[in-house]
């Protein structure tokens, strides 16, 4: 689990140091958002087609230990 939780990445100069995703300016929080309103993993890799699967459940995992 903790190779998932390395893909969350942290940096000042981006998005205000607010947590990402292996450096891309997409927010774990912009994923969650996205599940919150009911879409599935699937659709939100869709959605941002930048992602991959595994760091939707990275975002999980993140939101789970925060």
């Known amino acids: 689990m903790d190779a998932l939780l390395d893909r ?11 947590p990402c ?3 891309l300016r997409i927010r774990v929080s912009d994923v969650l958002d996205l599940l919150a309103a009911g879409l599935t993993p699937a659709e939100v890799v869709a959605e ?19």
């Open 8 to 18: 969350i990445t942290y940096s000042p100069a981006q998005l205000g140091g607010r």
């Open 21 to 23: 995703l292996r450096g």
């Open 48 to 66: 941002l087609p930048d992602l991959e699967p595994d760091d939707v459940r990275a975002a999980l995992l993140f939101a789970a230990r925060d």
